[in-house]
């Protein structure tokens, strides 16, 4: 079947523009999971979205990145005022359930100039 | 924050040795994740081991996780070029995934 599915594979942009990047997760799957990694760095969580719970927002660097998810379908992540440093590979992923075994979409990468 | 911290940071073996690598955490978890991520494929689980659980083994990966020393292990028995890669381990808790920073593996034909 169809893994997770991550749309723009690269995104270009200036300093100070928005970006809003697309997740599409594995069809049924009810948690998705936003990260960030970093040149030759690991995963840094962003943020969780399980069902119809509050997502959890706690890795949230800032308040210009923000996310949302359509019921458990469709997330995408939006950056405001992009800088330097917001350049990464950012990915997503889904799971069946809470706590279980993630599967990750190809990642969006993301150069800010 | 990274919760996870890999052991060591780069790994060069030929084909058929095994390779091992290590993995340290911080705090309580629920089970540790560990995943492979090369360019050709991206991000791939390849085992989780719950806190209850002391070993667990799938194909040529064994995984070990001791919860008093705060520790896990990742053994690859006859490495192929293949198995070139990096490797993280993830803890998870309250649904969120901590990575480590990797391992990166070499393998040489």
């Known amino acids: 079947g169809a893994g997770v599915s991550q749309s723009p594979s690269n995104k270009v942009t200036e300093k100070g523009k928005d970006v809003e990047l697309r997740c599409d997760p594995i069809?049924?799957?009810?948690?998705l999971y936003w990260y960030r990694q970093r040149l030759g760095q690991g995963l840094e969580f962003l943020i969780y979205?399980?069902?119809?719970?509050?997502?959890?927002k706690s890795g949230l660097p800032s308040d210009r990145f923000s996310a949302e998810r359509t019921g458990e379908s469709v997330s995408t992540l939006t950056i405001q005022r992009t800088q330097q440093e917001d350049s990464a590979v950012y990915l997503c992923?889904?799971?069946?359930?809470?706590?279980?075994?993630?599967?990750f979409g190809p990642g969006t990468r993301l150069t800010v100039l | 924050s990274q919760q996870g911290e890999e052991d060591p940071q780069a790994l060069s073996i030929q084909e058929g040795e095994n390779a091992t690598m290590n993995c340290s955490y911080k705090?309580?978890?629920?089970?540790l994740q560990w995943y492979r991520q090369n360019s050709g494929r991206g991000l791939v689980h390849l085992i989780l081991?719950?806190?209850?659980?002391r070993e667990k083994h799938s194909g040529r990966l064994r995984v070990t996780l001791d919860t008093s020393k705060k520790s896990s292990s990742l053994l690859i028995t006859a490495s192929r070029a293949a198995d070139t890669a990096s490797y993280f381990c993830?803890?998870?808790?309250?649904?969120?995934?901590?990575f480590g920073a990797g391992t990166q593996v070499v393998v040489t034909p």
């Open positions: 992923a889904s799971s069946p359930y809470f706590g279980n075994e993630q599967f």
């Open positions: 069809s049924g799957h009810t948690a």
């Open positions: 979205f399980q069902g119809n719970s509050a997502p959890d």
């Open positions: 705090t309580s978890i629920n089970n």
């Open positions: 081991i719950r806190s209850n659980e």
């Open positions: 993830a803890t998870e808790g309250w649904g969120k995934l901590q």
